[in-house]
Structure formats: structure tokens, C-alpha cells
């Protein structure tokens, strides 16, 4: 009788782009005919670690962004005090985590700080099991790479070619969103979708996010997008109640709070504003809705810019004239409505390489049932 392979993926409850890959990830290795669950890597953690980590991240970003940049250079280097207290949180989950791996065939990780934990214990020997770290920031970081783990996964050839200056292989395997980002959407979804959020037909609409706390310079961004003359500007302020109690009433301004019709809106958009590289960020380059950086968040968000900048990407748009500028160069062409080349495919496939470490091959007869 076929035994399933058990495939323990370990995020973090920290904004929503961990998470949404790792479900993602069990999706298609259920798919496969794995069986695969999730844990939350930050729920090992003593409480201190636990509520610095969930609780002040978002605050730090908002009201100390100098000190939070400051903190994301430091953790650069090993010696640095930001880097020590890391490092106990890293080494307070390795028990649990061992705990957790107990008869399961591997273990994935989209959240960096989970990634040392297991590339510490796949160095020393202490977890048997093959150990891979899922990035899903289009910057590569130390803290996403680690020499014990045994694969390192990106989205896009750029990031793993950011990452090699760590001294570990990354490759690419395209994006973990759901498939409903890639598939075509009816005709009719556009002018729906612009009708009910009370949008004009003919304008250009740009979809801004700043990830499910609705963090960063959000108010500015939309002071930039009315610099235009006639586009409107769509916020998803995620779960920030009073972000979007702030933009209430503003002309050519529609406020969103925690919608799951992404694909939709993306389709009622002629461009995406985003300011920290995050998931949304991804399924927007996978549904082909062009993307732009602007006043990105201090830390990842910075060094996520970067990085889709340089590999064109998402243009990072500098000034609130060149952002309204950007808007018509960048959301007046025809739409694509899928990418120019795959994201992935069945050899070339997160979960196919997930697979693969647990032992099971791709020509498994369970993976044809599995579909």
C-alpha cells in the first residue's frame, strides 16, 4: 500500500505573504499526493520572542523606520547586537522544531528566521531529514540563507542571482500564489468589478497595497497618484481600520479593507503600487498587471525595490510627479493576461523539488491520481 510522504512547512503569522506561499506550497504538494500541514514557527518561541517578532514589527515600520533599517543592516553581520538576540530566538525554536520533524520525510520554510533554525540542525546533524527555506522576498538576505540547508527556492532567476553572494546555490521555481492568478479571467470581470467599486470606465485606475497591515507611506502615495489628472486610486488597506478611516472621502479615492478577490481587482486596475515587494507584489507579475515601487518600507522593503528594479520587474518611482507620470507609461498598453514566459511548471515547480526531498519521484504513479 502507497504511504504518503509527510511534509512539515513551517511559516509565520507576520503580515500574510508567508503564510499565503506556505498554504499555497500544501496545496500542491496534497496535490502530489503528500501529505503536508503548516506550523507556525513564531508559536515555538518563548513569549518575549513571540510578541517582539508579531507585535513590533509594524510598529517599528511606522514610527521608527530609521531604527528598523538600522536593525536590517545589522542583521547582516554576525557580531552585531540585533544579530545576538536573533540568534537566541533561532536557537529557543530548535528543540520544538526537532520535536515537530518526528516522522515527517522534509521540512520547508517560507519565513528566514525558521531557515536557520533548521539549517543549524541539518548542519550539526541533529535533523535528519532533508531542510529547504522557501524566499519569498525578491531580496535575497544572511538570514534567508543558510550553507546547512539542502535547497534554497526563489520565485525569479533575479533573486537567486541576488543570493549567490551568501555562498549558497538559490534556483528559481516561480511564484506559490494561487493558480487563480495566472488563469484568465471573463471580459466581462473589468467593467463589473470598475462598476461596483464605483469607478469611471475610461480612467486610469492604479490598485495600491502595503501587505494585509497596510504599512508605509500609504497617504503620500495617494497624495502622488491625484498629482494625475484623471486617475483613480484603489487602497487595500488590509486589516489597518485606520489607515482607511484616514483616506475616507478623498477625491478619485476608493478605501478597501481585507478583500479575497485580489485576481479581480487586479483586473479592474491598469497598474499595481506597492511598497514592500510582498505577495501581492508576486501575483501581480504573475497576472501580468504592471507593477511599480514606491516609498518603499525601510528594511526588506528597500532592498526588495532594488532588486525588481534592477531586473525590470517593478520600476521603483522616485517622486510623486514621476509616479503619476508612470501610471500612463507604464498602465496605458495592452494587458497581458498571462506572463510572457511560465512561472512554473511540473519539472519546474516549488513542490516538485519538495517532492523530490521526500522521496518521492515525479513518475510516481500517486502523482497521476493526485492530478
Given at each position: 500500500?502507497f504511504?504518503?510522504?509527510?511534509?512539515?512547512?513551517?511559516?509565520?503569522?507576520?503580515g500574510?505573504?508567508?503564510?499565503?506561499?506556505?498554504?499555497?506550497?500544501?496545496?500542491?504538494?496534497?496535490?502530489?499526493?503528500?501529505?503536508?500541514?503548516?506550523?507556525?514557527w513564531?508559536?515555538?518561541?518563548?513569549t518575549?520572542?513571540?510578541r517582539?517578532?508579531?507585535?513590533?514589527?509594524?510598529?517599528?515600520v511606522?514610527?521608527?523606520?530609521?531604527?528598523?533599517?538600522?536593525?536590517?543592516?545589522?542583521?547582516e553581520?554576525?557580531?552585531?547586537?540585533?544579530?545576538?538576540?536573533?540568534?537566541?530566538?533561532?536557537r529557543?525554536?530548535?528543540?520544538?522544531?526537532?520535536?515537530?520533524?518526528?516522522?515527517v520525510?522534509?521540512v520547508?520554510?517560507?519565513?528566514?528566521?525558521?531557515g536557520?533554525?533548521l539549517g543549524?540542525?541539518?548542519?550539526?546533524?541533529r535533523?535528519g531529514?532533508?531542510a529547504?527555506?522557501?524566499?519569498?522576498d525578491?531580496?535575497?538576505?544572511?538570514?534567508?540563507?543558510h550553507?546547512?540547508?539542502?535547497?534554497?527556492?526563489?520565485?525569479?532567476?533575479?533573486?537567486?542571482?541576488?543570493?549567490?553572494?551568501?555562498?549558497?546555490?538559490?534556483?528559481?521555481?516561480?511564484?506559490?500564489?494561487?493558480p487563480?492568478?495566472?488563469?484568465?479571467?471573463?471580459?466581462?470581470?473589468?467593467p463589473?468589478?470598475?462598476?461596483?467599486?464605483?469607478?469611471p470606465d475610461?480612467?486610469p485606475v492604479a490598485?495600491?497595497?502595503?501587505?494585509?497591515?497596510?504599512?508605509?507611506?500609504?497617504?503620500?502615495?495617494?497624495?502622488?497618484?491625484?498629482?494625475?489628472?484623471?486617475a483613480w486610486?484603489?487602497?487595500?488597506?488590509?486589516?489597518?481600520?485606520?489607515?482607511?478611516?484616514?483616506?475616507?472621502?478623498?477625491?478619485r479615492?476608493?478605501?478597501l479593507g481585507?478583500?479575497?478577490d485580489?485576481?479581480?481587482?487586479?483586473?479592474?486596475?491598469?497598474?499595481?503600487?506597492?511598497?514592500?515587494?510582498?505577495?501581492?507584489c508576486?501575483?501581480?507579475?504573475?497576472?501580468?498587471?504592471?507593477?511599480?515601487t514606491?516609498?518603499?518600507?525601510p528594511g526588506?522593503g528597500?532592498?526588495?525595490?532594488?532588486?525588481?528594479?534592477?531586473?525590470?520587474?517593478a520600476p521603483?518611482?522616485?517622486?510623486?510627479?514621476?509616479?503619476a507620470?508612470?501610471?500612463?507609461?507604464?498602465?496605458?498598453?495592452?494587458?497581458?493576461r498571462?506572463?510572457?514566459r511560465?512561472?512554473?511548471?511540473?519539472?519546474?515547480d516549488?513542490?516538485a523539488?519538495v517532492?523530490?526531498?521526500?522521496g518521492?519521484?515525479?513518475?510516481?504513479?500517486?502523482?497521476?491520481?493526485?492530478?
Amino acid at each position: 500500500m502507497f504511504s504518503r510522504p509527510r511534509v512539515l512547512v513551517l511559516s509565520a503569522s507576520i503580515g500574510q505573504g508567508h503564510d499565503g506561499a506556505a498554504r499555497e506550497l500544501v496545496r500542491r504538494l496534497d496535490r502530489r499526493g503528500l501529505a503536508a500541514h503548516v506550523v507556525d514557527w513564531t508559536d515555538l518561541l518563548p513569549t518575549w520572542g513571540r510578541r517582539a517578532l508579531r507585535d513590533l514589527y509594524a510598529p517599528s515600520v511606522h514610527y521608527t523606520p530609521a531604527l528598523f533599517d538600522r536593525i536590517f543592516t545589522d542583521l547582516e553581520h554576525p557580531g552585531r547586537p540585533a544579530s545576538l538576540v536573533t540568534q537566541r530566538l533561532i536557537r529557543a525554536a530548535e528543540r520544538p522544531v526537532l520535536a515537530l520533524a518526528t516522522g515527517v520525510d522534509a521540512v520547508v520554510t517560507t519565513y528566514p528566521l525558521a531557515g536557520q533554525t533548521l539549517g543549524r540542525l541539518r548542519a550539526d546533524g541533529r535533523l535528519g531529514v532533508p531542510a529547504l527555506a522557501f524566499l519569498t522576498d525578491p531580496a535575497a538576505h544572511r538570514l534567508w540563507c543558510h550553507p546547512g540547508l539542502d535547497d534554497h527556492l526563489t520565485v525569479t532567476d533575479a533573486t537567486a542571482a541576488d543570493g549567490a553572494r551568501y555562498g549558497v546555490a538559490l534556483r528559481s521555481v516561480g511564484a506559490l500564489c494561487a493558480p487563480r492568478f495566472s488563469r484568465p479571467l471573463p471580459g466581462r470581470t473589468r467593467p463589473r468589478v470598475r462598476r461596483e467599486l464605483g469607478l469611471p470606465d475610461d480612467v486610469p485606475v492604479a490598485l495600491l497595497v502595503s501587505g494585509s497591515l497596510g504599512m508605509g507611506d500609504v497617504e503620500e502615495a495617494v497624495d502622488a497618484l491625484g498629482r494625475h489628472p484623471h486617475a483613480w486610486a484603489v487602497v487595500a488597506c488590509g486589516r489597518n481600520s485606520a489607515l482607511r478611516t484616514r483616506l475616507a472621502g478623498r477625491d478619485r479615492v476608493v478605501t478597501l479593507g481585507w478583500r479575497d478577490d485580489m485576481p479581480e481587482l487586479m483586473a479592474a486596475a491598469d497598474v499595481l503600487v506597492h511598497n514592500a515587494g510582498g505577495l501581492s507584489c508576486t501575483e501581480a507579475l504573475v497576472a501580468g498587471l504592471p507593477t511599480l515601487t514606491y516609498r518603499p518600507i525601510p528594511g526588506h522593503g528597500r532592498a526588495n525595490a532594488a532588486v525588481l528594479d534592477a531586473a525590470g520587474l517593478a520600476p521603483w518611482v522616485r517622486g510623486p510627479d514621476e509616479l503619476a507620470a508612470a501610471v500612463d507609461r507604464h498602465g496605458a498598453g495592452p494587458r497581458r493576461r498571462r506572463p510572457s514566459r511560465p512561472w512554473w511548471t511540473e519539472e519546474r515547480d516549488a513542490s516538485a523539488v519538495v517532492a523530490r526531498h521526500a522521496g518521492l519521484p515525479l513518475d510516481e504513479p500517486a502523482l497521476a491520481a493526485a492530478g
